[in-house]
């Protein structure tokens, strides 16, 4: 018998007594403040689960948040840590959470910007979860939260994409651009997409009409009557694209759109929008995922001691698709 009442967690009971690895920050800077830190194990208390994080990604908003550029944090906020979107098992259970999930599950979590996924235990609620599906590796559904969410919710929710349309995509190569072209294909859309000239032939094989060298072409000879721009590029690449799109086409930025010159030219324009979790869309991303409909590329996998290394590389060394952490080995 314990002495437990039934306020307490289940997870007061099982609480690991080992290192928290975590990426976190305490100063706001460059690359050389990510840093891993050794934290306790937080509990997880009524609707929660602990998650054993197996692998963590990174993604561009990961080193934006450590140099406080966004989203924007101020020093009362440090310290913090970083990441997103993890997958793993779950070690323990909130008193509430018994009726949604097991310990042992294997699952998958987009994670609010309070937390920080890149961790060896992290507390997530039951409701965020998602279950892996048995042919997903940890690597690949670490891959997926973030970018996947970003692709699907600026090409459906937002640029309201259909079959039989036209779309540009920019940066088609990267986290979210190689989700995104792949999820307008599965749509049945045409899609005219960019990358770097060694990616073009990757890009090719995602089922594209048109791959274009944005270092050696011009897009606009090759896009036009576009129904929907998917831009994740912001500056030129979108003020360019404007003009290819039909009289009532729209336009979708990671990056927030220039509202005024799509009011100019009758293009509409999705204000500033940030990906969010949904469950929902994350199970349906995954069972594409499961049935080889859509393939993540994940470029490398870095074991977790080595963040330093592979913050470096994503940022640096143009990755193809994404970069994974690796908690428990490369
Ligand atoms: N609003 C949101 O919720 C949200 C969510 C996720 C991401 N984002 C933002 O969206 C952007 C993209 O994210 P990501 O994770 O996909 O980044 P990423 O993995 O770094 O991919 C960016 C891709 O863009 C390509 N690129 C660079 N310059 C280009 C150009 N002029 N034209 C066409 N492609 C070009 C890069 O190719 P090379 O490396 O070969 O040059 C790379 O493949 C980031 O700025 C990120 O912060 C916003």
């Keep these: 018998m314990t002495d437990q009442t039934p306020d307490q967690t289940v997870a007061d ?104 996924a890149q961790a060896d235990y992290v507390v997530v609620k039951a409701v965020e979860l998602v279950a892996t599906p048995e042919q997903i590796d940890d690597a690949t559904a670490a891959a997926l939260p973030l970018a996947a969410m970003t692709a699907w919710q600026g090409l459906f929710d937002h640029g309201k994409l259909e079959a039989g349309q036209r779309v540009l995509i920019h940066g088609a190569a990267g986290g979210v651009g190689h989700l995104a072209v792949q999820f307008a294909v599965w749509k049945g859309a045409t899609v005219f997409a960019t990358a770097s000239g060694r990616d073009l032939d990757y890009v090719r094989s995602l089922g594209v009409e048109r791959a274009i060298d944005y270092k050696n072409e011009r897009f606009e000879d090759h896009a036009t009557d576009l129904d929907l721009v998917y831009d994740t590029q912001g500056g030129e690449t979108q003020a360019r694209s404007f003009t290819l799109l039909k009289k009532g086409g729209t336009m979708v930025s990671t990056l927030g759109p220039d509202e005024e010159r799509g009011r100019e030219l009758g293009i509409r324009t999705v204000p500033r929008w940030h990906a969010e979790p949904n469950g929902a869309q994350l199970a349906q991303v995954a069972e594409l995922v499961a049935a080889g409909t859509v393939k993540v590329a994940v470029d490398r996998t870095f074991a977790f001691d080595q963040v330093r290394e592979a913050y470096a590389y994503t940022h640096d060394e143009h990755p193809r698709g994404k970069v994974v952490l690796s908690m428990q080995g490369e």
């Design 13 to 116: 009971q099982h609480q690991p007594l080992v290192p928290n690895r975590t990426v976190w920050i305490d100063h706001f800077g460059d690359l050389d403040v990510i840093a891993l830190s050794e934290r306790p194990v937080p509990q997880a208390v009524d609707d929660e689960v602990l998650v054993r994080v197996a692998a963590a990604s990174i993604n561009p908003v990961d080193w934006k948040t450590a140099a406080g550029e966004f989203p924007p944090k101020g020093a009362d906020q440090l310290p913090f840590a970083l990441g997103r979107d993890l997958s793993g098992r779950i070690e323990a259970l909130g008193t509430r959470a018994h009726n949604m999930r097991s310990v042992g599950d294997r699952v998958i979590a987009f994670i609010g910007q309070d937390r920080g």
